[in-house]
Structures are given as structure tokens and as C-alpha cells.
């Protein structure tokens, strides 16, 4: 009767560290899952933006926060920056929460190299791209637009009027 015992004790034992050492690895699975390893830190709106809604206003205001997430979900050229849209202009609606996407960042080189060559502005006279063109470098230089970015748009032309492409 008493190596029974024995053998009672000695699996119950056995069974309580099997279950705290599958309860350790699952802690750890899920952890590695929640923050997907190395963390990265983003800038994400607290509210709904408009297309058109001032950076400066939603800085001033406090509208926006920075967020620690995983890096695996980290959006391509996410703002990490607030610095990043001081003197911007948003191009496209961000919603509460978002990280402000590569897209918005293209379609702001696309945006303000519009404004500043459009013909048809009655407020302002037209510069020529070239000039455009430095204005846009003078802003990436000083981090308001993504500089990477700028270098395709200007590399692959994409300025330049398809027909005359």
C-alpha cells in the first residue's frame, strides 16, 4: 500500500510541473503573439480626421498619441513623428486609432506638387516644377515630407503629365 502512495504522490507531482511548464510556454506564445516580438512606436489619431483637417490644429489640439505596438504590425512608412506633419495638410480621411499610412504620405508630395504648379489657382501664380521641385526637397529636408518617397516621385517622374511620360 505505501509505494501506492508513492506512486500517487510521485505523478501528481509530475502532472502539477507538466501543467505550470505547458501554462509558461503558453504565457509565452501568446506574449510573443500580442507584440509580435520587437516593439515599435507609432503616432495614431485619437479621433475621425477629415481630408483637409490642418496637422498643426489636431497637434495643437492633442488629437494625436503615440501608440507602442508589435513591429509585424506596423504599417510600411507609419508616422513615428509628430514632427513628421507639422505644416501638413491631410490628404485622405484617418480614422480614430489608424496609423497614418504610406498612402497619405504619397498622396501629400502628390498634393502640395499639385498646389504649387496648378495653372487654374485664382489666389496664387503657378511656380515651375523645377521650383516645385526644391520646395518639395527644402520640406524633406526638414522631415515634413517622407524623403524616401520624394526620391521616387522624382526619379520615376511621376510629376511629369502621363502623355508627356
Do not use: C, N, W
Not at 507531482?13 to 511548464?21: D, N, S, Y
Not at 507609432?42 to 492633442?62: E, F, H, N, R
Request: proline residues 4%.
Amino acid at each position: 500500500m505505501r509505494s501506492r502512495g508513492m506512486v500517487g504522490v510521485t505523478a501528481f507531482i509530475l502532472a502539477a510541473v507538466a501543467t505550470m511548464a505547458i501554462f509558461l510556454y503558453l504565457h509565452g506564445v501568446k506574449h510573443s503573439a500580442d507584440t509580435g516580438g520587437a516593439q515599435v512606436s507609432v503616432i495614431v489619431s485619437k479621433k475621425d480626421l477629415p481630408a483637409g483637417t490642418s496637422m498643426d490644429t489636431v497637434i495643437s489640439q492633442g488629437d494625436l498619441t503615440t501608440e507602442t505596438i508589435g513591429a509585424k504590425t506596423e504599417v510600411t512608412g507609419a508616422i513615428t513623428s509628430v514632427v513628421q506633419l507639422k505644416g501638413r495638410v491631410t490628404s485622405t480621411p484617418i480614422l480614430a486609432g489608424e496609423q497614418i499610412p504610406l498612402q497619405a504620405r504619397m498622396m501629400t508630395i502628390s498634393d502640395i506638387y499639385d498646389a504649387l504648379t496648378a495653372q487654374d489657382r485664382p489666389y496664387k501664380r503657378a511656380v515651375s516644377p523645377t521650383v516645385a521641385l526644391d520646395i518639395l526637397h527644402d520640406e524633406a529636408g526638414q522631415g515634413k515630407l517622407d524623403k524616401d518617397l520624394l526620391d521616387i516621385f522624382v526619379s520615376k517622374r511621376i510629376y511629369v503629365p502621363m502623355a508627356a511620360r
